[in-house]
């Protein structure tokens, strides 16, 4: 099943091709490694997709709804931490999840409880986010990505997550992936992606240099 589909996407600003015709799909069961140099256009790819920036030309279809035409259907089962997670660290992280929770219908106490476990913060969960190792904030921020039930997450993960973190955040992905969704995850390394990662998208100066699966790349290799 298409989760995210990406169709000759272009955006101008100014007189500027920031991207040049970015095609690419990410399907249920993928973990897609969105790579490139910064200033590739990553970011801007990301933010036209989530619709925080306009698209000059192209098409972008979530869960198979075009977001120009039907951007609410669109983006409701999508969690995104784009560049650092979004929290408040004077306050708990159960009380940053509960905030978000109350954005969206009908989330329980015990969804609440089960995305905890499922990111692995039980023992924490209480403690005021400035406590929080850089580690366990990405962790909450992908708990807080979560919160809709969503069937597309869009991350970038912070810099400097030590080893052990980023060995739990890949961990945590791959259980993602496995439940259904589609994960895009964007970075300017695909040497820390390539051991989770199934497929690569690989962007250079705003156009798409490769989309392939990691086994076609490393067999070219």
Not at 55 to 72: A, E, H, L, P
Not at 80 to 97: C, F, Q, T
Not at 123 to 129: C, G, M
Not at 151 to 177: H, S, Y
Request: proline letters at 2%; a neutral charge.
């Amino acid at each position: 099943m298409s989760i995210l589909k990406v169709e000759n996407l272009c955006k101008k600003i100014g007189k500027k091709d920031i991207l040049k015709d970015v095609s690419f799909e990410v399907v249920a069961g993928d973990i897609m490694a969105f790579i490139g140099p910064n200033g590739a256009g990553k970011t801007t790819t990301i933010k036209c997709v989530l619709g925080l920036q306009k698209i000059t030309r192209g098409k972008v279809f979530i869960n198979g709804y075009d977001i120009s035409k039907n951007f609410v259907k669109a983006i409701e089962k999508v969690g995104s931490i784009v560049e650092s997670p979004d929290v408040y660290m004077y306050m708990s992280g159960y009380d940053n999840l509960l905030l978000q929770a109350r954005m969206y219908k009908n989330i329980k106490e015990e969804d609440i409880y089960k995305i905890i476990k499922l990111v692995g913060l039980e023992n924490r969960i209480y403690d005021k986010v400035n406590k929080y190792s850089l580690g366990m904030r990405q962790r909450l921020g992908i708990a807080i990505a979560l919160i809709n039930n969503p069937k597309l997450i869009l991350d970038e993960p912070t810099n400097g997550l030590d080893p052990e973190g980023i060995k739990e955040l890949r961990e945590l992905l791959v259980e993602l992936a496995k439940s259904g969704m589609g994960i895009l995850i964007s970075s300017h390394n695909l040497s820390e992606l390539e051991s989770f990662c199934n497929k690569v998208c690989i962007l250079s100066h705003g156009e798409l240099l490769e989309e392939n699966t990691i086994a076609k790349i490393k067999e070219i290799d």
